[in-house]
C-alpha cells in the first residue's frame, strides 16, 4: 500500500533485482490473472519492468487511486474504503497461491 500527496495504489510488487527473476514470478501470478481478478472483483493494472517511486525496476500489479491525498483528512474515509476490501481479498488469494510460488524462496 502507498498513500501520497496525489494518488493513492496498492499493488504486489516484485522487486528482485535479478529482472529475469522478476520476469519469472511475474509469469507465475499471470498464470493466476483470473483467480486473482476474481478475488479482487475487479481488473488491476499489470507492469513487467517498470520504476517505482525510488526508480528502481519492479514488476506489479497495481491498482490506483487516483486524486486522493493522505495529507488531506476529508479522504482518509476514501482511502480506507479502497484499501480495506483490496487488503482482504489480496490475503484471500495469496492464502490460496502462496505454494505455487514456493520455488522462487
Known amino acids: 500500500m502507498h498513500a501520497e500527496a496525489k494518488e493513492a495504489f496498492i499493488a504486489i510488487s516484485i522487486t528482485d533485482p535479478d529482472a529475469g527473476i522478476q520476469e519469472l514470478i511475474f509469469e507465475q501470478f499471470l498464470s493466476f490473472k483470473n483467480i ?3 478475488s479482487l472483483n475487479e481488473e ?3 507492469q ?3 520504476r517505482d517511486e525510488n526508480y ?3 514488476s506489479r500489479i497495481v ?3 487516483p486524486g486522493a491525498s493522505i495529507y488531506r483528512q476529508e479522504d482518509w474515509p476514501a482511502l480506507i474504503s479502497f484499501f ?3 487488503i482482504i481479498a489480496l490475503d484471500e ?3 490460496d497461491a502462496q505454494y505455487s ?3 522462487f524462496k
Open 63 to 65: 491498482k490506483f487511486l
Open 93 to 95: 488469494f495469496w492464502s
Open 36 to 38: 486473482l481478478h476474481s
Open 101 to 103: 510460488f514456493d520455488l
Open 84 to 86: 480495506k476490501p483490496r
Open 48 to 50: 513487467l519492468h517498470t
Open 56 to 58: 528502481k525496476t519492479v
Open 44 to 46: 488491476w493494472e499489470w
